[in-house]
C-alpha cells in the first residue's frame, strides 16, 4: 500500500541554523513526490516536487530536497532558517497522470530565536 | 487573485444536521478535490473531480457526498453530520491531476 511516514512530529531549530525534516515512501512505481508548507490557519501551498531527473530539487522559499531511490526518502533541507518558516510541511506521493496524493501527518517546525 | 474559495470559514452542527460545504476556484482548472485534515493523520482524500461532470471516491468517502455543479464549483455534503467528521476541511483544484494542488483555506467544522 501507498504511504508516506514523517518520523518526527515536530522539530525546534535556532534561527539560521541548518533543517533537515525527513520524509520515507512506499510505493510500488516511480513516485511523484512532493513537499508542501501550511502556516496557520492557511492552506497547504507547494514547495517542490520530483518527477524525474535530476533527485536534487530546488524549490520556493530557498528550500530543496533530494530523491533517493535506494532508501525510499525524499527528506527537504534548507541552509538557513528564518523565523517566517515557522509552518507544519507535509510530504506527500502521488503517482503519474492520477489524482490521488497520499500525505504523511507532517512536521510541525517551531523556530526560536 | 482568490483561488480556491471555501465557505463557510467555520460551523458548528448538531449530530445528524446537515450541511454543504462550497468550494470555487477562478484558476479554470479541470480538477478539483475535497480533503480532511486530523490531528497526526495528515490530509486524505474524501472525494475528487477529474473534471467537470465527474466524481470519484477518495480514501475516505462514507457519510460524504459531492457534485461538480460546473467547472468552477465543487461542493461537498454531510447529509447526517456524525462527530467523527468533526476536521478541518479544504478543498483543492489543480490544472493537470496531482502535479500541483491549489489549497483554499479551509472550513473549521465542529459536530457536537
Known amino acids: 500500500a501507498q504511504s508516506v511516514t514523517q518520523p518526527d512530529i515536530h522539530i525546534t531549530v535556532s534561527e539560521g541554523a541548518s533543517l533537515e525534516l525527513r520524509c520515507n515512501y512506499s510505493y510500488g512505481a516511480t513516485p511523484y513526490l512532493f513537499w508542501y508548507v501550511q502556516s496557520p490557519g492557511q492552506g497547504l501551498q507547494l514547495l517542490l516536487k520530483y518527477f524525474s531527473g535530476d533527485t536534487l530539487v530546488q524549490g520556493i522559499k530557498g528550500f530543496e530536497a533530494e530523491f533517493k531511490r535506494s532508501q525510499s526518502s525524499f527528506n527537504l533541507r534548507k541552509p538557513s532558517v528564518h523565523w517566517s518558516d515557522a509552518a507544519e510541511y507535509f510530504c506527500a506521493v502521488g503517482d503519474d497522470g492520477g489524482f490521488k496524493t497520499i500525505f504523511g501527518a507532517g512536521t510541525r517546525l517551531f523556530v526560536k530565536a | 487573485n482568490a483561488g480556491v474559495t471555501q465557505t463557510p470559514k467555520f460551523q458548528v452542527l448538531k449530530t445528524g444536521q446537515s450541511m454543504t460545504l462550497q468550494c470555487a476556484q477562478d484558476m479554470n482548472h479541470n480538477s478539483m478535490y475535497w480533503y480532511r485534515q486530523d490531528p497526526g493523520m495528515g490530509l486524505r482524500l474524501i472525494y475528487y473531480?477529474?473534471?467537470?461532470?465527474?466524481?470519484d471516491k477518495g480514501e475516505v468517502p462514507n457519510g460524504y457526498n459531492v457534485s461538480r455543479l460546473n467547472k468552477r464549483e465543487f461542493s461537498l455534503r454531510l447529509e447526517s453530520a456524525a462527530p467523527s467528521q468533526t476536521s478541518v476541511y479544504f478543498c483543492a483544484s489543480s490544472d493537470r491531476g496531482n502535479e500541483k494542488l491549489f489549497f483554499g483555506s479551509g472550513t473549521q467544522l465542529s459536530v457536537l
Open positions: 473531480s477529474a473534471s467537470e461532470g465527474t466524481t
